[in-house]
């Protein structure tokens, strides 16, 4: 059974509090993974207000322990309070993580003005996000990255064309099944597309009752593929400090299965471009988050 474990650090305290604690956990207990770090400015607040207004937010607020989690200084940040850089606040951490064998990549710059507003970016202002992103990630690292996650799994044909050419390893940029090449307004694209394949945590916990961390590691170790690789989403923001006693759990169970963990890189360099499927990207909405996010297609869709 292989695993790799995709750490998305979408806020300030994520990165400050989150990423430490779990990046010692998983050193201790011999486990690679990728962190991918919001490079820009954290304005959570903007989205936690959005999501405030939805259906159902009460409930998934209680069962997630939101304020908790996030605590109230990220729930205001861009709003009430100043937004507060995310990478830039920390470039030291981030060269640490890397020089102690995870991989870090983007997700994104503005991860509330990614996941909001990408259909309303236009080309410009999506160029524009990817530039500023992999330009903090240059001043941070002094070298290029090698692997782009969307914020929020959103993503449109624009997007995919602009990462597409930024000329990186992979994109972890959808949901899905297996990495694939995606297949754009008719044409294939260039780098291939590695899927988150399992469902996240606060996605979990807003429906199923699982009472302690044995419950949480039960539930995923029963959806993992042994066949094949198995691409697991965690946040430092949830994982990383409210969750992370779930988390080790999760370790250990995955480690009493054999797991063989991966880097996403590593993931990508294996990859036989030639012989994976080329698929559609889509829309599609998922239990337990709110909104559209992107999604494997059927190959079958492709027309040569
Ligand atoms: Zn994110």
Redesign the pocket.
């Known amino acids: 059974m292989q695993v790799a474990l995709k750490i998305?650090?979408?806020t300030h305290e994520g990165l400050k509090t989150g990423v430490p604690a779990m990046a010692a956990m998983l050193s201790r207990e011999g486990v690679t993974a990728s962190f991918?770090v919001?490079m820009g400015n954290d304005n959570s607040g903007k989205a936690i207000r959005r999501i405030i207004t939805n259906r159902g937010f009460l409930t998934k607020m209680f069962r997630t322990r939101a304020v908790s989690m996030y605590g109230w200084r990220t729930i205001l940040s861009g709003t009430l309070l100043k937004a507060r850089p995310v990478a830039l606040a920390f470039p030291g951490l981030l060269r640490d993580l890397n020089d102690r064998g995870f991989e870090v990549g983007v997700?994104?710059y503005d991860?509330v003005r990614w996941?909001d507003r990408i259909d309303e970016l236009g080309e410009a202002g999506i160029a524009q996000e990817l530039e500023d992103a992999f330009e903090v990630y240059r001043a941070v690292f002094a070298q290029e990255p090698h692997g782009y996650?969307a914020?929020?799994w959103r993503a449109n044909a624009v997007s995919m064309r602009l990462v597409d050419r930024a000329g990186l390893l992979y994109h972890s940029d959808t949901r899905g099944k297996t990495p694939f090449i995606p297949w754009i307004d008719g044409a294939a694209l260039s780098t291939p597309e590695i899927p988150t394949t399992l469902p996240t945590l606060d996605e979990v916990l807003g429906r199923e009752r699982l009472p302690n961390a044995a419950a949480v590691a039960h539930f995923y170790l029963n959806r993992m593929d042994a066949g094949r690789l198995n691409v697991h989403t965690v946040?430092a923001e949830t994982e990383g400090i409210g969750q992370l006693q779930s988390f080790t759990a999760l370790i250990h169970a995955m480690k009493e299965a054999g797991a063989e963990f991966l880097r996403l890189d590593a993931v990508a360099a294996r990859l036989d471009r030639k012989s994976i499927p080329v698929c559609p990207v889509v829309r599609a909405t998922l239990p337990g988050r709110s909104g559209w996010i992107a999604a494997q297609g059927d190959p079958a869709a492709v027309s040569a």
């Open positions: 998305d650090v979408d991918y919001a997700h994104g991860h996941q996650a914020p929020g946040h």
